[in-house]
């Protein structure tokens, strides 16, 4: 064998050796998923985030072959589960919920990370903030209740998910719309805010009607006013702010995200997967039971959400001036 053989051979052996090397990754992301995945939810359990999330898991059984498990990761108003993600190998199998708080609280000085570090799957939901008090509270209108506020500030307590968190800015931009100044009392996500609300440590809630149906369903507690454009299904009698002279719209978004580095073949799975789950009807009758607002774009429609929420939320803390 003469030496221009040898070395055709030896350029053809190395060229295949590299070639069945990058053939190995290929393959292993196009049974994606060949394990369970992880959506790791931010707050803590019960909330409407969390139901969000369990509901998903449960209508995705029937377009993978593997499980997907919930993880809860409260703490810091979110930052803490969304760094744990980011910082995950970005391989598909750990992924998060997302929400307007990703957008919030870096431009409080309480993350570093932005909205750049994921890569957005798809939009699930949008939701209204609301303010929502005891049944039994005295104020039966919006406006008795930021009377009562005006009137004594520290003694209206009104509970949020956690510093920078959506629900928090929404008590906020109603206090700068209206002059009235509340006790902003945070907790780790809006199920304990809410369960201090029924334990009477506070006197309200700023978070969605999702988050309080089951309660205002049994008569413990009632809505005085939801911050949207239009009234909210399943709480029609509900005035919203407008009504109420009150221009203030506000709310939050859930969706799912994937490290930033993601492959683009998982994407495009995690794309189609959550396509055909989010179409799932189970999936929109337990959104509907859970008075949580059904919507769904796409990865594309969803980043253009990001960047122009962003820039809102970013405009929003400067103007009235949020500290953490």
Known sequence: MNTATLRGLAAFTAAAALSLGLAAPAAAQSDFPNHTVELLVPYQPGGGTDGLARTFADASRKHMAQSMVIINRPGAGGAIGWTEVINAKPDGYKLAVLTVELLTLPHLGLAKFNYDDFQPIAQLNADP???????????????????????????????NSGNGSIWHLAAAALEDKTGAKFNH??????APAVLALLGGHIEAVAVSPAE??????????????????????GFEKVPTAKERGIDLSIGTWRGLGAPKNTPPEVMAKLREITARTAAEPMMREAMEKQNLGYVYTDGAVFKETLARDNAYYKSLIAKLNIKP
């Open 212 to 233: 309080v149906t089951t309660h205002v369903q049994s008569g413990k507690l009632k809505l005085l006013m939801v911050m949207a454009d239009q009234r909210v299904k």
């Open 185 to 190: 009392i945070p907790f780790q996500g809006a």
């Open 129 to 159: 903030a609301a303010i929502t008090v005891k049944a039994d509270a005295p104020w039966n209108t919006v406006e008795e209740f930021l009377a009562a506020a005006r009137k004594d500030p520290e003694g209206v307590r009104v509970g």
